[in-house]
């Protein structure tokens, strides 16, 4: 009787829920464990390292490849090397068109808001405009308004000096307190755009470092006090990254 085969070496695997039976199929699996060998941005792979980066024997490998083949996920090439099809592309593609930002940006504008008792918003710019795409209200009573849509200058408010310093073009305003850094903390904006209205924002990226909006707190001067800033900064800060990862960036 011969040996067992080894099972694929998987990488972030998904893991059933506590308390439910794993559901799984073996040959799925093994097929996907191949896929799963080029993550490392590998262009091409002979059977030899297939087999070392997976765990399964070649004549396993051979007998799975036929079939990714077929549907266009694996090529071999002349001199028996493997690399991926175009498929996995195509689905990358189909994957970015339902992407939705909002499934991303909501959760982090509420853990905002919670944290900060502020209102949290999402900008994109839009012309010489900030458009806010995605906005949460403070749940205090004296608190700044913005809805959804509404469109804002630009040249005034850390939101509008973040967008203008990673678009294309763009440039912050020569007057503005701080320069937007990949990197550096929020910018702070006190009383530029209203005498009576304090805001904090920061850049947010996806794949390949792409900017994509600014995330930003604002709310009544007098709450933005050098105490309550650095607080909130730090919030800021972490939510920013944390979504730029989210995104792929």
């Given at each position: 009787?011969?040996?067992?085969e080894?099972a694929?070496?998987?990488?972030?695997?998904?893991?059933?829920?506590?308390?439910?039976?794993?559901q799984?199929v073996?040959a799925?699996e093994?097929a996907?464990?191949?896929?799963?060998?080029?993550?490392d941005g590998?262009?091409?792979?002979?059977l030899?390292?297939?087999?070392a980066?997976?765990?399964?024997?070649?004549?396993?490998?051979?007998?799975?490849a036929a079939s990714?083949?077929?549907f266009g996920?694996?090529?071999?090439e002349a001199?028996?090397?493997?690399?991926?099809?175009?498929?996995?592309?195509?689905l990358?593609?189909?994957?970015?068109?339902?992407?939705?930002?909002?499934?991303?940006?909501?959760p982090?504008?509420a853990r905002?808001?919670?944290?900060?008792?502020?209102?949290?918003?999402?900008?994109?710019?839009?012309?010489?405009?900030?458009?806010?795409?995605?906005?949460?209200?403070s749940p205090?009573?004296?608190?700044?308004?913005?809805?959804?849509?509404?469109?804002?200058p630009?040249?005034r408010?850390?939101?509008g000096h973040?967008?203008?310093?990673?678009t294309?073009?763009?440039?912050?305003?020569?007057?503005?307190p701080?320069?937007?850094?990949p990197?550096?903390?929020p910018?702070?904006?006190?009383?530029?755009r209203d005498p009576?209205?304090?805001?904090?924002a920061?850049?947010?990226?996806?794949r390949?470092?792409?900017f994509?909006?600014?995330?930003?707190l604002?709310?009544?001067?007098?709450r933005?006090?050098?105490a309550e800033?650095?607080?909130?900064?730090?919030?800021?800060?972490?939510?920013?990254?944390?979504l730029?990862?989210?995104?792929?960036?």
């Amino acid at each position: 009787m011969s040996a067992p085969e080894a099972a694929p070496r998987r990488r972030g695997r998904p893991r059933a829920s506590p308390g439910q039976p794993e559901q799984k199929v073996e040959a799925v699996e093994r097929a996907l464990g191949i896929l799963e060998a080029f993550a490392d941005g590998s262009p091409r792979l002979a059977l030899a390292e297939l087999a070392a980066r997976t765990g399964l024997y070649p004549s396993t490998i051979l007998r799975l490849a036929a079939s990714l083949e077929r549907f266009g996920y694996l090529l071999r090439e002349a001199d028996g090397r493997f690399r991926l099809g175009p498929t996995p592309l195509r689905l990358g593609v189909l994957y970015r068109r339902s992407f939705d930002l909002a499934e991303f940006v909501r959760p982090a504008l509420a853990r905002l808001v919670e944290a900060t008792g502020e209102t949290a918003a999402f900008y994109v710019r839009e012309g010489e405009q900030r458009i806010c795409l995605y906005r949460q209200h403070s749940p205090r009573l004296l608190r700044h308004h913005v809805e959804e849509g509404g469109a804002l200058p630009l040249d005034r408010g850390a939101s509008g000096h973040v967008l203008r310093a990673f678009t294309p073009g763009g440039v912050p305003n020569p007057g503005a307190p701080n320069p937007v850094m990949p990197g550096a903390g929020p910018w702070v904006s006190l009383g530029e755009r209203d005498p009576e209205l304090a805001a904090l924002a920061m850049p947010v990226f996806g794949r390949d470092r792409r900017f994509l909006g600014a995330l930003g707190l604002s709310g009544p001067l007098g709450r933005f006090q050098p105490a309550e800033r650095d607080h909130m900064a730090a919030v800021l800060a972490a939510e920013a990254a944390g979504l730029s990862r989210s995104l792929g960036g």
